[in-house]
């Protein structure tokens, strides 16, 4: 499975706009798609025409191995019961021929280059080959709904990781003043290894860093605003 994929939107106003979706999150590897899970901006792509949000419908696999957290997340919450139960049997076929196979490499691999060595048999036949395959490899979960998953992750979180935010405002302002705060903003922002998104509320634009709590407070107090 590719990391990331382009997919084509079609908003209500008529545009046309490819954005990057998300197929595999690895928030260890990548931990700023933790932040961008909270802020609700992950697989979220904005019409340059007209600012809607349209969010993808392609589900994707997480996985946070700090935590041992790995779940198959589908975005919609609202599936119905025979659909539910055709994915659930769909994915545990594709994880027992998973563990089948890696357990066939690694049994290949074990009489190459080692002599054999007595086992001990678990509660379940599954159990120990999944322990064969990583012995510190989470179970997979299977979680419908975006918000779900933020949740989940949101409730695992220490407070100074929880998800921090600080605006940058403008009032009444024009074409060029919103790209020079949104670049303002996007520099600060890579600097703290932080993101950014904009809104536009009545006359005010705000561009909003966000990331984890103890580095935005930070960020914050050198700009002497708060969080």
């Not at 079609?10 to 899970?37: I, K």
Request: aromatic share 6%; glycine share 6%; with cysteine.
């Amino acid at each position: 499975m590719p990391r990331s994929i382009e997919i084509t939107f079609t908003c209500p106003c008529g545009a046309s706009f490819s954005d990057t979706v998300y197929q595999a999150v690895n928030v260890t590897l990548d931990p700023r798609l933790l932040y961008r899970l909270l802020a609700g901006t992950l697989n979220v792509a904005t019409c340059p025409n007209c600012g809607r949000k349209a969010e993808s419908a392609q589900p994707f696999v997480y996985h946070d191995m700090r935590r041992g957290l790995f779940a198959y997340v589908s975005p919609r919450e609202t599936v119905d019961q025979d659909e539910r139960e055709a994915l659930l049997a769909e994915l545990r076929k594709v994880y027992v021929l998973a563990v089948q196979q890696s357990e066939h490499v690694l049994h290949r691999r074990d009489r190459a280059e080692e002599p054999p060595r007595p086992t001990v048999r678990r509660t379940r036949p599954g159990d120990e080959l999944a322990a064969k395959i990583e012995p510190e490899a989470p179970p997979m979960q299977v979680i419908f709904g975006v918000g779900q998953l933020a949740a989940l992750v949101d409730s695992l979180l220490e407070p100074e990781e929880k998800l921090g935010k600080v605006a940058l405002s403008a009032r009444n302002a024009g074409t060029a003043a919103r790209e020079r705060l949104r670049a303002v903003a996007g520099h600060i922002a890579a600097q703290a290894q932080c993101d950014i998104m904009a809104e536009e509320d009545a006359d005010t634009y705000t561009v909003w860093i966000y990331g984890p709590r103890a580095r935005v407070n930070t960020l914050a107090a050198a700009l002497g605003t708060h969080a």
